[in-house]
């Protein structure tokens, strides 16, 4: 009897731990239920928000244009065109022969301007504003040139040497509402860039959210008003001597696809300091922003990115730091592109 009770017991226990075990794998099932419900309503939370950013800087592009008075033409009213990244090299009325000298050298021309975006999603445009009188006679004459080179981006914007942040603004905010890109980049005309490792270079950061490249740099603020880069509101940042907030050199740099939204849906209260580029990296500077520090992104002209090319670190971009861009760009620009450009092909291999 007593051996009976105990085999009793025995099969009572085994059972309580078969139920055990089975609760304990349904609270699994149940938790990884949970887990991918959650994972997924993230996913969804993160769509929405895309969207939401994406029809608010749309929709400012808009009211930008109307507010102005600017028509609102097919290219900015139709559905945004999608790209890779969106490069607009920084030019004003006076630098024609600038603008020649990039189209010889880096920027491809034509049916090649064409096919680099349609293939491998690389749009290049030459940005420009217009002067203070309306259809003057510079406006005419980027009129002219764009009929024959199809390459302007023309922005709601009075060219000045002094509103260059107001520019940069206004470019990003222009271009999120054309084209649907994962990066915008924001270069001179002085400047040399090879495409094709500026394309490789920002595809390895493809996967990084809010996303800021470009050769960091922290500079003194300048409160003397006899320097160039004199800073009226020196005052904001602290004692005399003080130095700048990290921020990329403003030759060229490149932000992501949500960085751009955002000055595109906050720009009528992004301040703008003297300086473009400070101005651009105070608009980050309290925002979760990846800086991206790229050092390939503002080498020397030649000898130093000849060298760093035949060691095979081909550069993204080359000017003199001591001109801001290269020294007498018109005249020098083909011989840095004929030492230190990657060659025709290297943007068409670019893997993106």
């Given at each position: ?106 920027m491809p021309q034509g049916e090649k301007l064409q096919q680099l975006e349609e293939q491998k999603g ?231």
């Amino acid at each position: 009897m007593s051996q009976r009770r105990r085999q009793d017991q025995e099969l009572q226990l085994i059972s309580e731990d078969c139920n055990t075990k089975r609760k304990h794998g349904e609270d699994k099932d149940i938790m990884g239920e949970v887990t991918k419900t959650h994972e997924a309503i993230q996913s969804l939370d993160k769509s929405i928000s895309t969207l939401q950013m994406e029809l608010a800087a749309k929709r400012s592009t808009l009211e930008l244009l109307r507010s102005s008075g600017s028509p609102v033409t097919s290219e900015t009213s139709q559905p945004r065109k999608k790209a890779f990244v969106v490069i607009g090299v920084n030019t004003a009325f006076s630098s024609r022969k600038r603008r020649d000298s990039v189209r010889e050298t880096w920027m491809p021309q034509g049916e090649k301007l064409q096919q680099l975006e349609e293939q491998k999603g690389i749009v290049i445009r030459f940005t420009i504003g217009h002067s203070a009188t309306s259809n003057s006679i510079l406006d005419k004459a980027i009129d002219s040139e764009d009929a024959q080179h199809h390459d302007f981006l023309r922005l709601n914007h009075v060219e000045g040497y002094h509103e260059l942040s107001a520019k940069t603004k206004i470019f990003f905010s222009t271009a999120v509402g054309i084209w649907d890109a994962d990066f915008y980049v924001k270069v001179d005309d002085d400047v040399h860039v090879n495409l094709g490792m500026l394309a490789t270079t920002l595809a390895r950061h493809k996967s990084k959210p809010r996303t800021y490249i470009g050769c960091m740099k922290s500079g003194p603020v300048l409160a003397d008003k006899n320097v160039k880069y004199h800073e009226p509101e020196s005052w904001k940042f602290g004692e005399e001597g003080n130095k700048y907030f990290r921020h990329a050199t403003g030759q060229i740099y490149a932000i992501s696809k949500d960085l751009a939204t955002y000055i595109s849906i906050n720009q009528p209260i992004l301040h703008k300091y003297a300086n473009e580029d400070v101005s651009l990296g105070s608009w980050f500077i309290g925002l979760e922003v990846n800086h991206i520090d790229e050092r390939n992104m503002c080498c020397g002209t030649p000898p130093d990115c000849e060298w760093k090319g035949q060691a095979g670190n081909v550069c993204v971009a080359s000017f003199d730091w001591s001109c801001s861009g290269i020294c007498k760009s018109v005249e020098r620009i083909k011989d840095v592109h004929a030492r230190c450009g990657e060659g025709d092909s290297a943007v068409w291999s670019a893997l993106i």
